[in-house]
């Protein structure tokens, strides 16, 4: 790999593609702070995309070790960071909406699906196993994302009932993706 584009996770040791990390950096005040966007001044440091490791760089004091000096950690920071990812995601879902290439509701989801017209599915947390079990049927060969409850996707997508929803094919499909996929490694591992 590299050089540019890898970093080494301060909690494995490995050296990963920078989009399998996520970045951090110590703030003026000293605190460490996430910088997922890669805007904050300082020397980034770099824990492999999973809660469990940045509760144990947590846990450990190895933000302080990797930069060689004091810094301070907020007991919170990985519940900060799972909050932060569920944003990207749910802001991805708006942007994606906005766009024209959500499609929404089990009819509309459906359909799109027995056309090939879908790059994958969502499908709340909480739906029922009727719905799931037909929408299963029709959707044998496409990732299904279980991030959301029917509540935070009512919220997000200023509607009712939204259990089903389905990204078009093309570009935007692919960005929405990377933030689903980086939120469930996050939460599972």
């Known amino acids: ?9 301060i909690v494995t040791g490995k050296v990963l593609d920078k989009e399998q990390l996520l970045r951090f950096v ?5 605190r460490i702070v996430p910088d997922f966007k890669k805007r904050l001044p300082g020397k980034g440091v770099y824990v492999v995309n999973a809660k469990t490791a940045l509760e144990k760089a947590i846990k450990t004091n190895l933000f302080a070790k ?4 004091k ?15 569920l944003k990207q995601a ?11 290439v959500l499609i929404l509701g089990m009819d509309k989801v459906t359909e799109a699906v027995k056309k090939g017209k879908v790059a994958f599915l969502l499908e709340a947390s909480d739906a029922g196993s009727d719905g799931h079990k037909k929408m299963m049927a029709y959707a044998k060969n496409l990732e299904v994302f279980n991030l959301f409850k ?8 200023a509607r009712e009932n939204t259990v089903y929803l389905a990204l078009a094919k ?4 692919k960005a929405v993706r990377e933030t689903f996929v980086r939120l469930t490694s996050f939460l599972t591992n």
């Open 1 to 9: 790999m590299p050089k540019d584009i890898t970093r080494k996770c």
């Open 26 to 30: 110590k703030a003026p005040d000293g």
């Open 66 to 69: 990797a930069l060689k000096e």
């Open 71 to 85: 810094a301070r950690v907020d007991a919170e920071l990985a519940e900060q960071v799972e909050h932060l990812l």
């Open 90 to 100: 749910l802001d991805a879902i708006s942007l994606a909406k906005k766009a024209g």
């Open 150 to 157: 029917i509540e935070e996707l009512d919220k997000e997508l």
């Open 170 to 173: 093309g570009n935007m499909a």
